[in-house]
């Protein structure tokens, strides 16, 4: 057999393999994609939250996406406390400036970061929140400070529609 | 083998046997030589198979009645539980079927590191059980979540989290795998799938598992090499088939005791109040038969590297044939060996505790040490163990201690080396 016929055929079986596995990738990505959210459940990504009954050191859960988002009216107090904390003690640093936009409402996605439990209310070493499930320990502006968790809880995409509403999502 | 030279007597069964051997096969499975000192710890391939069907048919049925939906999956349950003819006692062997099948194979795999069954010519079937092990785990989790109670929904979260752990890509991983932001229905609806059909899928690797069995043949509690068919050996029906079958029944008075006297022991409370995102369960606690990992999962102060050690500790059993470099099999043979091998098992049995317990103080610690202790077994005591370990002399066949003049291997062999 001439080199030249064996070229021909090894570029031919090539091209075949690479028709072929782009083929297969196509087929195979729609099985794969169709496990994603699906649009009826992208279709909840707001909620919108009457926050007029909220007094200063409550908090009130509500679900958006199927999570917990606690909505903290923090006490001057509480408010003192977070932002006295230096960026060195933190695990993961941020200013509480960062992350409450009104310094009295802290809102947060209510979900440790370690595994997903849903951490309880002025529990823990640092007056904020702790994690029952594997120990982590969050401050009062909802840091990690102590546990197995690696960062703080989530913040979500929020805003105040008017003194009484905010708009989560 | 034997069955080369089988042939069917009837006409009918020869024409048959020509075109699709099952005949063949029928006969290589009654006549299949077996060691003839097995124990009752090799029992247990045949209880796992029980097992395997138990759980399948109890399963179809359940799926009968059960409803893969959040809104209508825990009711659902009850209804069976209170409406279904006999629904309470198929739900009960089902959920009970799951702790049988892990004490079954528990017990199957330590059989195997006791005897080193895993070694060489049988690394293949050793590497297959390992996926069926995993895959065990992966059913009995997902299992767990349909009823869709507290511990199901926080548990469904708590593991799919551990995704999280991964670098980049992680946190899309895990929105991929709930369908959603959270554990949800579209989670519940994929792991109902999965749940049936992993079962299938292990039922293909059993079939792998007994074929690659059948290659070299049984290991024995000698350990050694024997030759096929011969003085050491009886055909599988009906000396084998006989023992594992009261093996089977001594295991089905256990199985009965749990299903009928104490069906909820081994579940937990929790998971008898429908699911709540809003509220987690003070205690998450997975169940018993995942114990060890979860303690070593806890017991890593880090997210990702608690993960990679929970993983690791599986993984790291499709490597034994590698690890334990010894030439002799059977811990008989291997005085070291054997009391390494009990502390192996009392530092799973500690870890299975302490991951039952809350993860601070002494529990931790003790986590600590246990699951430093795991991974020093395989990583250094066995590679170790090979090269510096006395073995005693093995013999050369299963008869020959006996005809030696005592059943006892131990005092044969002292007769033995006294005789030199």
């Not at chain 1, 009104?102 to 970061?113: A, D, H, K, S, Y």
């Not at chain 2, 093995?394 to 291997?409: A, C, F, W």
Request: aromatic share 14%; with cysteine; glycine share 6%.
């Amino acid at each position: 057999m001439s080199e030249k016929k064996t070229n021909r055929r090894d570029f031919l079986f090539t091209a075949t393999y690479a028709v072929g596995a782009v083929g297969v990738g196509a087929t195979i990505w729609p099985m794969i994609d169709q496990m994603n959210p699906d649009a009826s459940v992208k279709a909840l990504a707001s909620t919108e939250v009457d926050i007029s009954s909220v007094t200063p050191g409550k908090t009130i859960t509500v679900l958006w996406r199927g999570k917990p988002v606690f909505i903290r009216r923090r006490t001057r107090e509480e408010i003192v406390q977070a932002k006295s904390v230096k960026m060195e003690e933190l695990k993961d640093p941020e200013k509480d400036e960062d992350r409450a936009k009104n310094p009295e409402w802290l809102v947060m996605l209510g979900v440790c970061t370690h595994l997903g439990c849903v951490p309880l209310n002025d529990k823990g070493d640092y007056n904020g929140w702790f994690c029952p499930c594997h120990g982590s320990h969050y401050d009062t502006s909802g840091r990690i400070r102590k546990g197995p968790a690696p960062t703080n809880m989530e913040i979500p995409k929020y805003e105040f529609v008017n003194t009484n509403t905010i708009k989560i999502g | 083998m034997s069955d080369n030279a089988y042939t069917p007597k009837s006409k009918f069964g020869k024409w048959f046997n020509d075109r699709l051997p099952l005949l063949s096969l029928a006969n290589h499975l009654t006549d299949y030589p077996t060691p003839k000192n097995l124990n009752y710890w090799w029992t247990f391939g045949g209880i796992l198979t029980f097992c395997l069907i138990t759980q399948i048919v109890t399963g179809l049925v359940l799926a009968m009645h059960y409803i893969a939906h959040a809104d209508m999956a825990f009711d659902s349950v009850e209804h069976i539980m209170r409406d279904v003819n006999y629904g309470w006692l198929i739900r009960y062997i089902h959920a009970n079927g799951a702790s049988m099948f892990f004490l079954a194979v528990y017990i199957h795999i330590f059989r195997s590191l006791f005897y080193g069954s895993y070694k060489a010519p049988r690394e293949i079937i050793w590497i297959i059980g390992i996926i069926i092990y995993l895959l065990m785990m992966a059913a009995a989790f997902m299992g767990y979540v349909l009823p869709w109670g507290q511990m199901s929904f926080w548990g469904a979260t708590v593991i799919t989290n551990l995704f999280s752990a991964i670098p980049l890509v992680g946190e899309g991983i895990v929105t991929w795998l709930w369908g959603g932001y959270s554990v949800d229905n579209p989670t519940l609806t994929r792991f109902f799938t999965l749940h049936y059909l992993i079962p299938f899928l292990i039922l293909g690797l059993v079939v792998l598992h007994i074929w690659a069995l059948h290659v070299p043949g049984n290991n024995n509690p000698v350990g050694i090499d024997i030759k096929k068919p011969s003085k050491d050996t009886v055909p599988f029906h009906p000396y084998i088939v006989i023992k594992d079958g009261f093996a089977l029944l001594m295991f089905m008075i256990v199985f009965a005791f749990f299903v009928f006297y104490t069906p909820n022991i081994l579940g937990h409370a929790d998971n008898y109040i429908e699911a709540d995102p809003l509220v987690t369960p003070a205690h998450i606690v997975p169940e018993w038969y995942l114990l060890p990992f979860y303690a070593i999962l806890r017991s890593v102060p880090d997210k990702l590297l608690g993960v990679v050690a929970m993983l690791s500790a599986i993984f790291i059993l499709a490597a034994l044939p590698w690890l334990d470099t010894s030439k002799i099999r059977s811990a008989v043979f291997r005085p070291l060996y054997r009391q390494f091998y009990w502390i192996l098992v009392a530092d799973v049995l500690i870890l299975g505790y302490v991951g039952a317990m809350p993860a601070e103080g002494l529990y931790l610690l003790i986590a600590r040490i246990a699951t430093a202790y795991y991974f020093l077994h395989f990583l250094i005591v066995l590679p170790v163990l090979g090269y510096k370990e006395k073995t005693l002399p093995i013999p050369l066949s299963i008869t020959e201690p006996v005809l030696g003049g005592s059943p006892n291997l131990v005092a044969a062999r002292n007769k033995e080396s006294f005789n030199k």
